[in-house]
C-alpha cells in the first residue's frame, strides 16, 4: 500500500461516522497529506447552471459559486476532464460517480506533477462517493444543491427520479427536467437490468400536487412490475390500473422502452405520447420510430388489451430521444414554437462539437429556456439514451 492510499484509507475509516458538514474538512486534510495545498468542493446545483461551494471552515465565500458556464471550474465538469490554471498552481477535477456529473474538486498545489494529478483524480473519486452516500440522509448537501425553494410536488417528484445519466461501456442515458424549482406532472426513470436499459418516460395531466402524485404512483408501478419479471406490456397495464384505482379522471401519456446493450434491439409502446426520435450520423431519421399512439393511461383502457409493443433495430452510435410535449411546443414571447427540428438540431450540434450525452443535454435546456425568456409554461423533459458497443 502506497502512502496515499494508506491516506485515502483513513479518510474512509473517518467517513463512516462523520456527519456530512465534515467531508470538505476530511478531504482538506487528506490532500495536505498527499502533499496537496488546499482543496474545496463544489456541487453543482439542480439546473446545472451553477457550482456551489460545500461550506468548509476557514474558507472566506470567496469564489462560493461559479458559473457553470464561463469558469475554468465549470469547463471542468463539463468536459469531465480535469483542468489546471495557467500559472499551474490550480487544478479543477471532476467529480463524476460513475458517469453521473456531481460536481468539481480545486485543487492549489506549487505545481502538479503526474503523479500530483492522480493523487487529485484519486481523492476526488473519494470525496464525489461520500458526497452522494450522505445526501442520501442529509439536508445540508440537499439544500446546497438548490439556489431557491422547491415546490412541493418538486420535492415529490425529486425524491422518486434517478440519478440524470446512467451507463455502461455499451450504453449512456441522460435526462434533464424542467422546471426543476416546480416541475408538475413530468417524470422519467432509467434503469438497467441483466444488459437491458429500461426507460420511462411519462407526462400527467395538469401542473399541481395532483399530477405529481399520479407521475409518483406511475413510477411506483413501473418499478414495482419491473423488479418483479414484468414485461413492458405488464408495466402499462399496472400503471393504468393504479391510476384508474387511486387517482380517477386523472390521464397520462408514457412512452415505456427496452434497449438491449448486446443487439442494439429497440422495444418501445407509446401511450398517447410524441413519438420516440432516432438521430443517426448527425441527423434525425424521419419517421423512424413514429407508430400509431395507443390512448393515454389512467381511465384503464388497457387493462384488457394492453398496448402493442413496437421493434426497431439500432446501429451503432444511434440515439433514441423522449421528450414530452412540453419541449417542442414551448414558445417565444413571439409564438413561435421551439418545434423538433430545433430540438433535433441543437443536441446534433452539441454532440458534433464533442459534447457527451449530458452535456448536450443541459445545453438543450439553456437553450430551451433562453427561448421561452426563461418562463416555461409546461413541464419540459427530456431523455437521450446513446448504444454505442
Known sequence: MTANDAVLADVLEESHTAPARDIPRLIDRAARRMGLTRTRLYVSDVQQVALLALPQPDT???????????????????????????????????????????????????????????????????????????????????????????????????????????????????????????????????????????????DAMGHDLASGQASALALAACRSTRRSGGSLTDIATAIDRTLEQWMPQRLMTAVLAHLDSTSGDFTWTNCGHPPPLLIR???????????????????????????????????????????????????????????EQRLVDTVVRSTASGDNAPEALRRLI????????HRLHDDATILLSEWHP
Open 366 to 373: 439553456v437553450d430551451l429556456l433562453h427561448h421561452q425568456d
Open 60 to 202: 472566506t465565500t470567496q469564489d462560493a459559486e461559479l458559473p457553470v458556464d464561463g469558469s475554468l471550474g465549470g469547463l471542468a465538469y463539463r468536459t469531465q476532464e480535469v483542468r489546471q490554471s495557467r500559472d499551474g498552481t490550480t487544478a479543477w477535477v471532476p467529480m463524476v460517480d460513475g458517469i453521473e456529473r456531481v460536481g468539481v474538486m480545486r485543487v492549489t498545489a506549487p505545481s502538479f506533477t503526474p503523479a500530483a494529478l492522480e493523487a487529485c483524480r484519486s481523492l476526488a473519486g473519494l470525496a464525489t462517493l461520500l458526497v452522494v452516500s450522505k445526501s442520501t440522509h442529509s439536508d445540508l448537501l440537499i439544500a446546497r444543491e438548490r439556489t431557491r425553494r422547491m415546490s412541493v410536488q418538486a420535492e415529490l417528484l425529486w425524491a422518486f427520479l434517478p440519478p440524470r445519466t446512467i451507463g455502461t461501456g455499451r450504453i449512456t442515458s441522460s435526462a434533464v427536467l424542467e422546471p426543476a424549482y416546480d416541475i408538475g406532472g413530468d417524470a422519467f426513470d432509467h434503469s438497467f437490468t441483466n444488459g437491458i436499459l429500461h426507460l420511462t418516460l411519462v
Open 281 to 339: 450520423d448527425g441527423r434525425i431519421v424521419p419517421h423512424a420510430l413514429e407508430r400509431r399512439p395507443e390512448l393515454p393511461l389512467g381511465f384503464a383502457f388497457h387493462t384488457g388489451s394492453p398496448p402493442p409493443l413496437h421493434h426497431a433495430r439500432l446501429q451503432p452510435g444511434d440515439r433514441v430521444l423522449l421528450h414530452s410535449d412540453g419541449v417542442t411546443e414551448a414558445r417565444s414571447t413571439a409564438g413561435e414554437l421551439f418545434g
